[in-house]
């Protein structure tokens, strides 16, 4: 039997097959359901000794919670990949893995076309206040009492907080219905990668977008980036579109900019408090809420888990991770300066 362990957290679904194959380099163990104390007292009984990297699955957050500084301290000190599976890692203090020296990944590029369709969707249907005449048919009265005229998004300016992979396929598909396209990063994009969008400042983007998608990664800086000051800064009728994470935007503040009418309709599929949905929320037909099925496709379930194992594979072959998380590959860069 290999020495060294892999650990997978949750399960695979679509390339179990590629996980086994990793049996000819590594001893594979599995925590399948089970609670967070449970998986805090294997690591520590020794359970995982040998292990030295970690799948973690998509849904092994409801299993273990986050991997916050409690748990990763008792992590084993053979550890040193966490391969996680999701675009997003705010699941995970990277700092605390980064203090243990222990190299995270995370699956970028495999999520981008999905959630950029869900993002569309939402947009279009937030754009015709659709969940409005889809409630009304679905109760039997037609198009109901208050279905209302929608909006085109031919000639609108569409403002993509975030112009990442995921924000550019967002642009990509918005081209095609006629929007024009703005953007604002912290660092503007090279030509090739920026296209025909507009680099804009953040005030820029709030004051002159007709619809504002976010798709940037919530971290302590993007927290609440979207709040009451910033709605404020908004034109009146603005259509917010959130497939990113829902605590980028004060949720509270996107209930009353909504009851204003300062925003006429926004598109969610990410929460605050997942799985909690804020009330003022639910009850606003102007609103189009989906439970974060962003990346809910056979197709893209299947590349994200495959890029998963690929890089917990490379770790472990090569000693580097393919996709590693953004902060810990600008750290390891300029410490080899
Ligand atoms: O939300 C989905 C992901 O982070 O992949």
Same mark, same amino acid.
């Given at each position: 039997m290999p020495?060294q362990?892999?650990?997978?957290i949750?399960?695979i679904?679509h390339?179990r097959?590629?996980?086994e194959?990793?049996?000819?380099?590594?001893t594979l163990k599995?925590?399948?359901n089970?609670?967070?104390?449970?998986?805090l007292?294997?690591?520590?009984?020794g359970?995982?000794d040998?292990?030295?990297a970690?799948?973690?699955?998509?849904?092994?957050?409801?299993?273990?919670?986050?991997f916050n500084?409690?748990?990763?301290?008792v992590?084993p000190?053979?550890?040193?990949?966490?391969?996680?599976?999701?675009?997003?890692?705010?699941n995970?203090?990277?700092?605390a893995?980064s203090?243990r020296?222990?190299?995270?990944?995370?699956?970028?590029v495999?999520?981008?076309?999905a959630?950029?369709?869900?993002g569309i969707?939402?947009m279009?249907?937030?754009?015709?206040?659709?969940?409005?005449?889809?409630?009304?048919i679905?109760?039997g009265t037609?198009q109901?009492?208050d279905?209302?005229?929608?909006?085109d998004p031919q000639g609108?300016t569409l403002?993509i907080?975030?112009m990442g992979g995921? #924000?550019?396929? +967002?642009?990509?598909r !918005? $081209?095609?219905?006629g929007?024009k396209?703005q953007?604002h990063?912290?660092?503007r994009? @090279?030509?090739?990668?920026e296209?025909d969008?507009?680099?804009?400042?953040?005030?820029?983007?709030l004051a002159?977008s007709?619809v504002?998608?976010?798709?940037?990664?919530l971290n302590a800086?993007?927290?609440?980036?979207?709040?009451?000051r910033e709605?404020?800064?908004?034109?009146? #009728?603005?259509? +917010?579109?959130?497939? !990113? $994470?829902?605590?980028?935007?004060?949720?509270?503040?996107?209930v009353?900019?909504?009851e @204003?009418?300062?925003?006429?309709?926004a598109?969610?599929d990410?929460?605050?408090n997942?799985?909690?949905v804020?009330p003022?929320?639910?009850k606003n037909?102007?609103?189009?809420?989906l439970?974060h099925?962003?990346t809910?496709t056979f197709?893209?379930?299947k590349?994200?888990?495959?890029?998963v194992?690929?890089?917990l594979?490379?770790?472990?072959?090569?000693?580097?991770?393919?996709?590693?998380?953004?902060?810990?590959?600008?750290?390891k860069?300029s410490?080899?300066?």
């Open positions: 020495a362990a892999a650990l997978l949750g399960d679904d390339a097959k590629a996980w194959d990793l049996s000819s380099i590594l599995e925590f399948p089970g609670t967070r104390s449970e998986f007292q294997n690591c520590k009984d359970k995982y040998d292990v030295v970690i799948y973690r699955s998509n849904t092994s957050n409801k299993i273990t919670g986050n500084e409690e748990l990763i301290s992590l000190k053979s550890l040193k990949y966490i391969c996680h599976n999701g675009a997003g890692y705010d995970i203090d990277v700092i893995c203090e020296g222990i190299s995270v990944s995370s699956t970028p495999a999520v981008n076309n959630t950029a369709d869900v969707f939402l279009i249907g937030a754009l015709r206040q659709a969940y409005i005449p889809l409630t009304a679905r109760a037609w109901g009492k279905t209302r005229l929608g909006h609108k403002g907080l975030g995921i #924000g550019r396929e +967002i642009a990509v !918005a $081209r095609a219905f929007m396209i953007y990063n912290r660092s994009l @090279s030509a090739e990668l296209g969008a507009k680099y804009v400042s953040f005030d820029d983007l002159s007709d504002l998608s976010l798709n940037l990664s800086s993007t927290r609440h980036i979207i709040g009451e709605f404020k800064k908004m034109k009146d #009728g603005i259509v +917010i579109v959130n497939t !990113a $994470r829902g605590a980028l935007i004060d949720e509270k503040a996107l009353d900019a909504l @204003s009418g300062k925003v006429r309709s598109g969610l990410v929460y605050e997942e799985p909690e804020e003022g929320l639910l037909p102007r609103v189009m809420l439970p099925i962003g809910m197709e893209t379930q590349d994200m888990e495959i890029l194992l690929d890089n594979r490379s770790a472990v072959e090569k000693g580097e991770l393919l996709t590693q998380v953004p902060e810990q590959k600008k750290a860069n410490s080899n300066l």
